[in-house]
T-cell receptor
Framework: RKEVEQDPGPFNVPEGATVAFNCTYS??????FFWYRQDCRKEPKLLMS???SGNEDGRFTAQLNRASQYISLLIRDSKLSDSATYLC????????????FGSGTRLQVQP | EAGVVQSPRYKIIEKKQPVAFWCNPI?????LYWYLQNLGQGPELLIR????????DSQLPKDRFSAERLKGVDSTLKIQPAELGDSAVYLC???????????FGPGTRLLVL
C-alpha cells in the first residue's frame, strides 16, 4: 500500500463547477500536510498547506481529518486555468524533512 | 528572486553511458533535495542535503547513483551507468532552514535509449 493515495482521475468538469479531491495517508504520526499543483511538464508548486481546523484560500478549501487519515481539497467555481494535476503531500514524522507525494489527481476544466 | 536552477533541461543518452545533472538552489536555502518523477507518479525523494551533509540518502540507488554538494550550495547528481529504467524527470528542490515549503526547479528530463 502506498503511503499517500489519491484517485488519479482525470476529473473532467465544466467551468464554474465545484470539484473535490480526496487523499488518504497511512502513517498516523504524520506531521504536516500540503496540496501542490503541477501543470503539464512543469515543476510542482505549493498550492496551500492543510491545517487541522481546515483552511480556505479564495476558491480553494482544504480539510484534514486526522482520525480517518484523510485530506481533501475543494475547488469552487472552477476556471480553465485550474486544469492541472493536484498532488497530496505529507511530511511524515520520521525525522526526514522531506515530503511524500501522492501520485496526483488530474483535473481538466472544460469550457 | 531567482528560483531553483537546473541544467540541462533535457538529456538523451544511450544505456550504459554516464550522465550528470546540476542544481543551484535558491540563495540562502540550506536544504537541497533531489527527487525522481516517473510519468503519472508523484516525485520520490532520492537524497536530501543539509548544507553539505547528506542527511537522508536511503532511497538513492548507490550502485549507480551518486550525488555531491561540496560547498553546501550547488549540487550534482550522477548516474553511471544509466539504464533504460532511469528515464524520468529529475527534480531539484530547496528550502530555507526550518521551513517545510520546498521550491522546485524545472527539472531535467532524461531519456535513456
Amino acid at each position: 500500500r502506498k503511503e499517500v493515495e489519491q484517485d488519479p482521475g482525470p476529473f473532467n468538469v465544466p467551468e464554474g463547477a465545484t470539484v473535490a479531491f480526496n487523499c488518504t495517508y497511512s502513517n498516523s504520526a504524520s506531521q504536516s500536510f500540503f496540496w501542490y499543483r503541477q501543470d503539464c511538464r512543469k515543476e510542482p508548486k505549493l498550492l496551500m498547506s492543510v491545517y487541522s481546523s481546515g483552511n480556505e484560500d479564495g476558491r480553494f478549501t482544504a480539510q484534514l481529518n486526522r482520525a480517518s487519515q484523510y485530506i481533501s481539497l475543494l475547488i469552487r467555481d472552477s476556471k480553465l486555468s485550474d486544469s492541472a494535476t493536484y498532488l497530496c503531500v505529507v511530511n511524515f514524522r520520521t525525522g526526514r524533512r522531506a515530503l511524500t507525494f501522492g501520485s496526483g489527481t488530474r483535473l481538466q476544466v472544460q469550457p | 528572486e531567482a528560483g531553483v536552477v537546473q541544467s540541462p533541461r533535457y538529456k538523451i543518452i544511450e544505456k550504459k553511458q554516464p550522465v550528470a545533472f546540476w542544481c543551484n538552489p535558491i540563495s540562502g536555502h540550506n536544504t537541497l533535495y533531489w527527487y525522481l518523477q516517473n510519468l503519472g507518479q508523484g516525485p520520490e525523494l532520492l537524497i536530501r542535503y543539509e548544507n553539505e551533509e547528506a542527511v537522508d540518502d536511503s532511497q538513492l540507488p548507490k550502485d549507480r547513483f551518486s550525488a555531491e554538494r561540496l560547498k553546501g550550495v550547488d549540487s550534482t547528481l550522477k548516474i553511471q551507468p544509466a539504464e533504460l529504467g532511469d528515464s524520468a524527470v529529475y527534480l531539484c528542490a530547496s528550502s530555507a532552514s526550518g521551513q517545510e515549503t520546498q521550491y522546485f526547479g524545472p527539472g531535467t528530463r532524461l531519456l535513456v535509449l
